[in-house]
């Protein structure tokens, strides 16, 4: 290939469609066929990040090794694809308004009225670029929905890339929905084509159609709607429901969009793709030999979104496990000592989840009581860890009011406190201890034995930490500090050496983990409920 290629993904008729998905599973094909692919996000909000959204406004936020704090499309990216995410795979109308700002107050554009088109938009072009330097396709999905007055400056940066770039060098994939109506029995295709119109009104005229549907779609239907939205018959793509994201990649290749991408963008004599690996995963996943249920204890689990990493995860390392992860959310405000016994019936380990605030600690700390004193394997990611070092200290250490500051400052026990560089932070977005940081493993330790490895890199998203003044008195009475940072003797993971299964990690190894090479920890924490 003599110069980069671009791929646009947009969507239109409804939100939730799963763009991400999609352009991450033709990623994943493309991948397969020996390219260097990389895959971003236009996200249409004006938050400079999601870092202060509240999950049920945005869902899980995503962190990448770099510390930039994105959307959860990116988890998607990684867990397909295998590779490290930036900053730069994550753009919102935010940052790209932030930086045009500073550079109107800096005098960059020499006193010219700075606008939309075009100023925005250019920069926006700019982002787009940025990773074809080192890739030869870039993919990038646009958020919202077309016809959203916030997507319209990333609309109009694409019209004018697709002039710059040449036919020969990009195509835009729109995904649309085509609904079924039960009292006519009948798939309608007028959506669609209401939504190609309003790409058309934009100068925008779509490449190939990748329609959403949960029933089979005819080639009579196929044809019909190539003719009304001005595309190619073979370039009308069935997206239809499957019980699995992990199963879209192969219905994408069955449809053959990669086939139709590369004739499209010109290129030649591809070498077909290899999901040798991929398939491999797949039939693990369908065939397992062992159930077992989970309890995922946090406060957003009416909101699955928020965990979708965790979640991910869980799932990658039943694969591997041969085994089928069932998981059960657990509200952890309804948790109490008194009904801790019934609501974690029947589970053969626990989880308990990331968060922020006072909300629903108390039953978190009752869940891992639970657990620690029933021997069940208990996994605790950030405020997880935290909390059980909380319990740990009230219940066997008799600190009985120990908390973390961030609960109760007048704590008389803050065996959990503020990190000394967070103490005069006041901004809230972007500020926390963020990105990729090492970890040294103290060896003959049940972290050693996961990672078979004393050095480590994992990505974190805390202000808060363990207080190592109560370090020796933890280590005393049986719960090790494993896993610290060198450089600032940070605790990241804490264990109990008496218990079959019981660590916590200040960082989040759900982000690593991906569906080729599930996270070690995951892979452990299930194999242990397996065999409890």
Same mark, same amino acid.
């Not at 290939?1 to 352009?23: D, E, P, Q």
């Not at 900053?87 to 790209?96: E, L, S, Y």
């Not at 490449?207 to 029933?215: G, K, P, S």
């Not at 600690?361 to 657990?371: C, H, T, W």
């Given at each position: 290939?003599?110069?980069?290629?671009?791929?646009?993904?947009?969507?239109?008729?409804?939100?939730?469609?799963? =763009?991400?998905?999609?352009?991450a599973s033709l990623a994943k094909l493309l991948q397969a066929r020996g390219f260097s692919v990389a895959i971003q996000k236009l996200d249409p909000y004006i938050n400079v990040d999601p870092d202060t959204l509240n999950p049920y406004e945005h869902g899980e936020c995503f962190v990448t090794i770099d510390g930039a704090v994105t959307d959860l499309d990116?988890?998607?990216?990684?867990?397909?694809?295998?590779? %490290?995410?930036?900053?730069?795979?994550?753009?919102?109308?935010?940052?790209?308004?932030?930086?045009?700002i500073n550079n109107e107050r800096r005098g960059e554009y020499l006193g010219k009225t700075v606008q939309v088109v075009p100023h925005i938009t250019n920069e926006i072009k700019r982002h787009i670029r940025l990773l074809g330097a080192t890739n030869e396709i870039v993919i990038t999905e646009i958020g919202g929905t077309v016809g959203d007055i916030e997507s319209l400056p990333y609309i109009e940066a694409v019209r004018q890339l697709r002039y710059e770039l040449g036919a020969a060098n990009s195509l835009i994939i729109h995904l649309t929905l085509v609904p079924y109506l039960g009292?006519? =029995?009948?798939?309608? +295709?007028?959506?669609?084509?209401?939504?190609?119109?309003?790409?058309?009104?934009?100068?925008?005229?779509?490449?190939?159609?990748?329609?959403?549907?949960?029933?089979?779609?005819?080639? #009579?239907?196929?044809?019909?709607?190539?003719?009304?939205?001005?595309?190619?018959? %073979?370039?009308?793509?069935?997206?239809?429901?499957v019980s699995s994201i992990y199963e879209v990649?192969?219905?994408?290749?069955?449809?053959?969009?990669?086939?139709?991408?590369?004739?499209?963008?010109?290129i030649e004599d591809a070498p077909p793709a290899d999901l040798t690996n991929w398939t491999a995963f797949l039939?693990?996943? %369908?065939?397992?030999?062992?159930?077992?249920?989970?309890?995922?204890?946090?406060?957003?689990?009416?909101?699955?979104?928020?965990?979708?990493?965790?979640?991910?995860?869980?799932? !990658?390392?039943?694969?591997?496990? &041969?085994? +089928?992860?069932?998981? %059960?959310?657990? !509200?952890?405000?309804?948790?109490?000592?008194?009904?801790?016994? &019934?609501k974690l019936r029947d589970l053969q380990g626990v989880l308990v989840a990331p968060g922020f605030g006072?909300?629903?600690? #108390?039953?978190?700390?009752?869940?891992? =009581?639970?657990?620690?004193?029933?021997?069940?394997?208990?996994f605790g990611i950030c405020l997880g860890m935290q909390v059980a070092t909380i319990e740990f200290a009230r219940n066997v250490l008799g600190y009985e009011q120990a908390n973390s500051t961030e609960m109760d400052s007048n704590a008389p026990h803050k065996v959990v406190d503020i990190m000394e560089n967070q103490k005069d932070v006041t901004n809230k977005g972007g500020t926390m201890r963020l990105g990729a940081y090492s970890c040294e493993i103290t060896p003959r330790t049940l972290a050693h034995k996961v990672y078979k490895s004393t050095a480590?890199?994992?990505?974190?998203?805390?202000?808060?930490?363990?207080?190592?003044?109560?370090?020796?008195?933890?280590?005393?009475?049986g719960m090790a500090a494993s896993g610290r940072n060198k450089e600032s003797q940070l605790v990241e993971i804490m264990e109990l050496t008496t218990h079959p299964f019981f660590i916590g990690t200040q960082f989040h190894p759900e982000y690593q983990s991906t569906v080729l090479h599930p996270h070690p920890l995951f892979v452990a924490f299930v194999k242990a409920a397996m065999e409890n």
């Open positions: 290939m003599n110069c980069t290629k671009y791929i646009f993904v947009t969507g239109g008729v409804v939100s939730s469609l799963g =763009k991400g998905i999609v352009a990116l988890g998607h990216y990684e867990r397909f694809l295998s590779i %490290n995410t930036t900053q730069a795979n994550n753009i919102t109308t935010g940052r790209i308004y932030q930086t045009v009292a006519a =029995k009948e798939l309608k +295709s007028k959506p669609t084509q209401h939504s190609v119109k309003q790409l058309l009104e934009n100068g925008i005229q779509p490449d190939i159609l990748v329609l959403r549907t949960e029933h089979e779609l005819s080639e #009579e239907f196929r044809k019909k709607t190539a003719l009304f939205c001005n595309v190619d018959a %073979n370039a009308v793509v069935q997206s239809i429901d990649p192969i219905k994408m290749q069955q449809e053959k969009l990669d086939e139709v991408v590369l004739q499209k963008l010109q039939d693990k996943y %369908n065939h397992p030999q062992q159930k077992i249920k989970i309890g995922l204890v946090g406060k957003y689990i009416e909101l699955h979104d928020a965990y979708k990493s965790i979640l991910e995860s869980l799932v !990658q390392a039943g694969a591997y496990n &041969e085994c +089928s992860v069932e998981v %059960n959310f657990i !509200q952890a405000e309804g948790i109490t000592e008194n009904n801790v016994a &019934e006072s909300r629903g600690v #108390e039953g978190k700390i009752a869940a891992i =009581k639970y657990v620690r004193e029933n021997k069940i394997p208990f480590i890199s994992e990505r974190h998203r805390h202000r808060y930490e363990f207080n190592n003044h109560y370090l020796s008195a933890y280590e005393a009475a």
